[in-house]
Nanobody
Framework: QVQLVESGGGLVEAGGSLRLSCAAA????????MEWYHQVPGKERELVAS???????NYADSVKGRFTISGDVAKNLVFLQMNSLKPEDTAVYYC???????????WGQGTQVTVSS
């Protein structure tokens, strides 16, 4: 069953903003990091941003300066503030928790973000 739940997606004009949220539906336990990915049909799921237990953040080059990841990794809570959105940001966005040792990902169900021209 789904253990993480995303929300906040929707339809927005280019240049607009959205804030995505992800929270655990149940107890997941310790994770090394929380991550945001996006995926379009027929293409691989791509890492957008991550935040580690010590608060270190990492971003894909395509979103640097526009997106900000934040949250509480220990509580399996993560946000993605998306500003200056572009049509190429259109995708399904997924959050993931990275489990220790195995590095298995626990996934959310995804939330659709559509940016119009």
């Amino acid at each position: 069953q789904v253990q993480l739940v995303e929300s906040g997606g929707g339809l927005v004009e280019a240049g607009g903003s959205l804030r995505l949220s992800c929270a655990a539906a149940g107890r997941i336990g310790n994770v090394n990091a929380m991550e945001w990915y996006h995926q379009v049909p027929g293409k691989e799921r791509e890492l957008v941003a991550s935040i580690s237990r010590d608060g270190t953040t990492n971003y894909a080059d395509s979103v640097k300066g526009r997106f900000t990841i934040s949250g509480d990794v220990a509580k399996n809570l993560v946000f993605l503030q998306m500003n200056s959105l572009k049509p190429e940001d259109t995708a399904v966005y997924y959050c993931a928790g990275v489990l220790p040792f195995t590095r298995r990902r626990v996934w959310g169900q995804g939330t659709q973000v559509t940016v119009s021209s």
